[in-house]
């Protein structure tokens, strides 16, 4: 049976680029949930949120998120800040795979992200911002594993490997 990699956090914890990372490394293939939903859409996630709003959007992550679970195998997943804090997307995950919380503190995702008008959440003000960052760690705590994101790629990959429920 094939194995899945799921790696959830807020915005700009790394989930992409530690993605492409990994799957070079385990020589997997790398799907990144928003990309495919851009794809599939035609149009980038700030315009789903503009034209078909927040709530379409979600339940455009759990359908691709579903479509994944069904046709990949040995494949690293980075998903949408969104969509691993829902409770019920996360443990579908859990069940099919093994899921790595990146986490950054408060601080260093404003410093990655304050310059990205691509988020729409973004244009939240900085205590609604913080209120969502800390509801969403509530459920992110809930991955098989966390891993301090703040570090160098190379020690966050390490921090991975070591800690994998199997060996490569």
Not at 123 to 143: P, T
Request: hydrophobic residues 40%; proline residues 2%; glycine residues 10%.
């Amino acid at each position: 049976m094939g194995k899945r990699i799921f790696l959830i956090g807020f915005m700009g914890s790394g989930k992409t680029t530690v993605g492409k990372l990994l799957a070079e490394k385990l020589g997997w293939k790398f799907v990144d949930i928003d990309e495919l939903i851009e794809r599939k859409e035609g149009m980038n996630i700030r315009d789903i949120f503009k034209y078909k709003g927040e709530p379409y959007f979600r339940k455009l992550e759990k359908e691709t998120l579903e479509e994944v679970l069904n046709k990949e195998e040995n494949v690293i997943v980075a998903t949408g800040g969104g969509l691993g804090a829902d409770p019920e997307a996360l443990e579908l995950m859990k069940e099919n795979g093994f899921v790595i919380w990146l986490d950054v503190d408060f601080e260093e995702f404003k410093r990655r992200c304050s310059k990205d008008g691509n988020r729409p959440l973004l244009r939240l003000g900085e205590e609604e911002l913080k209120d969502l960052f800390d509801k969403r760690n509530l459920v992110y705590r809930q991955a098989h594993l966390r891993i301090e994101a703040s570090e160098s790629y190379g020690n966050i990959l390490e921090s991975i490997m070591e800690n994998l429920p199997w060996r490569e």
